[in-house]
């Protein structure tokens, strides 16, 4: 219920604050997830429509009201509306997917829905315990993973990028103080990659679950003011409750049922043990399919191990393995064309093609430096340039270092597929 009340609410800030027209209408172009090319917006009618739709979905699955379809709806349309454009990946964005993905496989509107009210479903008040734990494991791997990737000498030793991010906050009234003394960011990175790592060991530990809730608030209402990150510390404030005791979320229930339901009250109040019916073959299906989902959630953040290269500079293996806000990068990228018949050469103004948010993630990450380029080449080619030719001069600051040269500027861009394979063509950092 929580989890749908905060899809609600964040749907309707972003569709309030006119991010539908900004993020999927006005860019002449979007950049693609590898594989996911033939992911389209809609136009502005059909995306006003899906994030109502969005809307709508997450109405009913916190009511509880044709759950199973709602769920699925859920998922399709939230995850249809981050594969439109790899410009606004967010860790929790993929996280909100892979719980929307969980929601469809779990019988959340077995007590206080109207599903059980309109006798859609019977009512039942004991669940399988993998019901329970499969959520559990999806939070455990994101507070562990992002745990585990802060070990590393920029977090830890150098409090990169901490030592820039809580500098630029030290005229904030109360804490700003805290954010100037010189060691903060050091303890910061340093609580920051312990409280990752442990918090759940904690939470799933009777006697000190309390303190650890109240842990987790401060931390995420922190790291709420200080980034720009949107609803993520409500979500996760939200889905950790359900490692509270079962007796907990019935006080809760009871609570509301007395304002608002007395049948649902009568249901809550049934000492009998009502046991969740599943046929067994139904449950090893999904015992299978959820065997298959948390595996690839286990071992797809260690691909980066797969490449030489430094992960935060080439971003091979980045995306998908729960580093959250572990650098600070930007880059300046300048975009030239050639015409291969004339010799002639023309410089790209990018403002032309990609609004400011697309332009600032395109300029320091390899993929969409090499799609914008194949886009242009494109586009050149259909206003009567001959065999085109793109480069670009691109240069990129990690953590605050010095700008580097990303590539040789004089390689023609199109020349170069993106794959799976090692960027060979990004100079060493």
Sequence with gaps: MLFGILIMYSTAR??????????????????KYYGFAWVQALGSMGMHLVHLLLFGSALFVTLGLF???????????????????????????????????????????????LDVRLKKVSYCNQVPAWTINS??????I???YAGLAKINTAW??????????????????????????????????WFGMIYDTTIVFFLLYSPTRKLAFV?????????????QIGVFPLVMIATVTIFFDPNW?????????????????????????IVLPIQKQQQQA????????????????????????????????????????????????????????????????????????????????PDMILQYAHFLGDYYQKQGIQNPKVRAKVYVTLNGAKSRLFFDEQLDLLQIKDDWRKRWWINEY
Excluded at 81 to 92: F, G, Q, S, V
Excluded at 135 to 140: Q, S, T, V, Y
Excluded at 342 to 354: A, D, K, M, P, Q
């Design 286 to 365: 999904i015992l299978s399919l959820l065997l298959v989902f948390f595996c690839l959630q286990l071992l797809f953040p260690w691909r980066y191990k797969l490449y030489d290269s430094n992960i935060f500079w080439s971003e091979e293996g980045y995306r998908f393995s729960w580093r959250v806000m572990l650098m600070e990068k930007s880059g300046a990228a300048t975009f030239y064309v050639q015409d291969g018949n004339t010799g002639r050469e023309g410089r790209v103004i990018n403002s032309n093609f990609l609004n400011k948010h697309q332009e600032k993630q395109m300029a320091m990450q």
């Design 249 to 273: 979320h019935k006080k809760c229930l009871v609570w509301m049922a007395t304002i608002l339901d007395q049948t649902h009250l009568n249901y809550l109040q049934l000492k009998q043990k």
């Design 67 to 113: 759950y199973r379809w709602a769920a699925v709806v859920l998922f399709l349309t939230f995850t249809y509306t981050e594969l439109i454009d790899l410009t606004y990946y967010l860790n929790h964005y993929y996280f909100v997917s892979l719980v929307c993905f969980l929601l469809i496989l779990l019988p959340a509107h077995r007590a206080f829905s």
């Design 156 to 189: 830890l030793i150098d409090a990169m990028p901490l030592k820039l991010w809580l500098a630029a906050h030290d005229k904030m009234p109360v804490l700003g103080g805290l954010f100037a003394w010189e060691y903060t960011p050091y303890l910061f990175s």
């Design 142 to 144: 994101v507070y562990i």
């Design 135 to 140: 959520l559990k494991l999806m939070i455990a």
């Design 215 to 227: 842990s987790v608030v401060i931390f995420h209402a922190l790291t709420g003011i200080l980034f």
């Design 14 to 31: 972003f569709a309030s604050e006119g991010w539908i027209a900004d993020h999927y209408v006005e860019p002449l172009f979007h950049f």
